[in-house]
């Protein structure tokens, strides 16, 4: 299943304070374009927008035949951004031009979903040191001029399960933090050394000195890094590079296994990989995103932040609070319910959310994560009974026990958590739990 998404506004409306600027299709520009300009630095440019197409093309777990070739391609003010998910959605590359990178401007601001053929790729590949780039974004189109001429890329219809995948992303990365950073000849020799055979493995890295050291199992500090082979997609940028950064959330003893980011900088670009939590595992089923889209308000909700939604590089969540009169923590489920759509993403090197556009859809929450929609089922057969930390959920002929775990968790007797132990978001017995536990707390205030 593909979406075709088509926007056609000039520019966003704004809502501020008691002023609302409606914007229409109509006006000056009918196909205003988001950026035309040069890329400051043309070589390292083409080889980053190889490395987003390579990976949109490869299917890491099962390899078959190359799948989409299709970048998204988002223009916010003052940088651009192209990503993808590869074939198999186990992995999510994105590389950010950002203002150093740019020798134009980015007059309008959208998104479009290109597809990247054998032409366009072979005049990347031609790029030499000092070769311009030239590049023209509009919603409809990419147009990328080199020496020998100029190749036009059409919008095509935008796979669903990317859209899953955007939602689940941006919710795993936001919990992350910096783990480690290695110049780029450290980077090198680092990836190097991997194991040869290591592509369906899960292995984990830790700091040491300007380096990384491998280890078979999790320790404070580590970071996982399952499936080591995908990380060949930033081979051909480390020449340009100044540093390699690691990402990841927080490590305990016998932790299982976890997503990571590893970024590339060149100062004038950044390409990342993010790697799901087991080479099998794509993140368009990790769940991720589930207890955040629970509320019985997070739609109004994301209603209401779509529209203080503004083209600023970096989304800040307490800034939306304060316009929105809402709790920050709020303000995240509404992202997150917005990330459905995929309208907001998350920049790991700015610890911040950032804007896409694409027509919001609130019912896609729904459709496309059966999980909440058999637990809103549940809650409405009045089906589970809470008994202090615990609850007993009837589902068809079958009874369930929930439980809290001390650190807030949930634990259930159905067969879904039996096989993935919460690794890939809560079941919807879990699920309907917490929604009516929340449901109890807020009667009470």
């Not at 630095?41 to 990976?55: F, R």
């Not at 095509?156 to 480690?180: H, I, N, S, T, Y």
């Not at 919001?360 to 409405?380: F, S």
Request: overall charge neutral; some cysteine.
């Amino acid at each position: 299943m593909s979406v075709v998404q088509t926007y056609r506004y000039l520019a966003p409306s704004t809502l501020a304070q008691r002023s609302l600027a409606l914007q229409t299709s109509g006006g000056p520009a009918p196909n205003p374009r988001f950026f035309t300009g040069f890329l400051t630095t043309g070589q390292a440019a083409a080889v980053g927008l190889l490395a987003v197409a390579e990976v949109a093309r490869t299917r890491y777990h099962r390899p078959v035949s190359p799948a989409s070739l299709d970048p998204v391609v988002t223009g916010s003010r003052d940088r651009l951004r192209f990503e993808s998910f590869s074939g198999c959605c186990g992995v999510y590359a994105r590389l950010d031009v950002l203002p150093a990178g740019l020798d134009g401007d980015v007059s309008e601001h959208g998104t479009t979903n290109v597809d990247v053929n054998t032409p366009l790729r072979e005049a990347l590949a031609r790029v030499g040191g000092l070769d311009p780039l030239h590049l023209s974004v509009g919603p409809d189109d990419l147009t990328v001029s080199t020496l020998d001429g100029a190749v036009v890329e059409k919008k095509v219809p935008l796979p669903a399960r990317w859209l899953r995948g955007f939602a689940e992303v941006q919710v795993l990365a936001a919990r992350f933090e910096p783990r480690a950073e290695l110049p780029a000849a450290e980077a090198s020799a680092f990836l190097r050394r991997l194991p040869r055979g290591s592509e369906r493995s899960v292995l984990w890295v830790v700091p040491a000195g300007r380096s990384l050291r491998l280890t078979s199992r999790p320790v404070p500090g580590a970071v996982c890094l399952a499936g080591a082979g995908r990380l060949v997609a930033l081979q051909p940028m480390l020449r340009f590079a100044k540093t390699l950064r690691v990402y990841g959330p927080t490590v305990a003893p016998g932790a299982t296994p976890a997503p990571s980011v590893w970024e590339l900088d060149t100062g004038a670009l950044r390409l990342s990989l993010t790697l799901s939590p087991e080479p099998y595992r794509g993140f368009s089923g990790e769940g991720a995103a589930l207890a955040a889209l629970a509320g019985d308000d997070v739609v109004d909700d994301a209603d209401l932040i779509s529209a203080l939604l503004s083209w600023d590089p970096t989304i800040e969540p307490d800034r939306l609070a304060e316009q929105a009169g809402i709790d920050a923590e709020r303000v995240r489920g509404a992202l997150a319910q917005l990330g459905t759509a995929g309208r907001v993403g998350y920049d790991v090197a700015e610890a911040a959310y950032f804007h896409r556009v694409m027509p919001y859809d609130a019912g896609r929450a729904e459709r496309d994560n059966p999980r909440l929609v058999g637990a809103r089922a549940l809650l409405d057969a009045e089906a589970v009974q809470l008994d202090g930390t615990a609850a007993t959920v009837r589902s068809g002929d079958q009874v369930y026990r929930v439980r809290q775990l001390p650190d807030g968790g949930l634990t259930c007797t159905c067969p879904w958590w039996a096989k993935h132990r919460g690794q890939r978001g809560p079941c919807r017995h879990a699920l309907a739990t917490r929604m009516l536990t929340t449901e109890r707390v807020e009667e009470r205030v």
